[in-house]
């Protein structure tokens, strides 16, 4: 069982269109993680989002936590070939479900085309 | 330089060869993750490390041992590899779990098991 399940697995687009990352759960994280992986890399922390409704921006990237603390989408303004990559989210659940520990989504393979 | 270093970053191996990766930091932190990708899977947690006395198995830690020779140091071992073992492995460290810090990545080895 894929307890953070992330959508689309796949995405390619067009420089300098929009797009939105969803990572899903049936469980409620104490926090969530988002980080982009470059091939031959590895994965680099974007945001660390814990309050429940949360947003956080980061230039053209808006975070969002669901209220409930069960999701969490990754909105891209205008993309950029730069924004090309592997971008994973990544959560400890709550009431020590993970020891702590981050549980990984399988990721979204971003392919951002000039 | 960088501050968690894998070695090698590409190894190609024989069925039932003894293999040993190796991962230092010099972050000064604690704790020490081993992970490995493949893909379509994300990243699943083999063994982590919370100090030098500390050793934990992860989500699949069948087939593999690992051992923090210091704070710096934590290698990761196959005493008997398996084509399915073929994957790319990342070495990771932290300044505390619980979600709310960054984990450091290396930038991986890349394993094929023939």
């Known amino acids: 069982t894929q307890l953070l399940e992330q959508s689309p697995q796949f995405l390619s687009i067009q420089e300098g269109e929009n797009l939105t990352v969803y990572c899903n759960s049936s469980s409620v994280f104490s926090s969530l993680q988002w980080y982009r992986q470059e091939p031959g890399e590895g994965p680099v922390l974007l945001v660390t989002v814990v309050t429940g409704g949360e947003v956080k921006k980061l230039k053209r990237l808006t975070f969002q936590f669901g209220d409930a603390r069960k999701d969490s989408s990754l909105h891209i303004t205008a993309a950029q070939t730069g924004d090309t990559g592997l971008y994973l989210c990544?959560?400890?659940?709550?009431?020590?479900?993970?020891?702590?520990?981050?549980?990984f989504g399988k990721g979204t393979k971003l392919s951002v085309k000039p | 330089d960088a501050d968690v270093t894998q070695t090698p970053r590409n190894r190609i191996t024989k069925t039932g060869k003894r293999i040993m990766l190796e991962c230092s930091q010099t972050k000064g932190h604690d704790r020490m993750y081993w992970y490995r990708q493949d893909p379509g899977l994300g990243l699943r947690l083999i063994y982590y490390s919370f100090d030098v006395k500390d050793i934990n198995k992860g989500e699949i830690s069948d087939g593999y041992s690992v051992s923090r020779q210091a704070q710096a140091k934590f290698s990761l071992s196959l005493e008997s590899a398996i084509p399915n073992q073929t994957a790319l492995y990342f070495c990771?460290?932290?300044?505390?779990?619980?979600?709310?810090?960054?984990?450091?990545f290396g930038d991986g080895t890349r394993l094929s098991i023939l």
């Open positions: 990771a460290t932290s300044e505390t779990t619980g979600g709310l810090q960054p984990q450091h």
């Open positions: 990544a959560g400890v659940m709550n009431y020590g479900g993970s020891q702590g520990n981050l549980i």
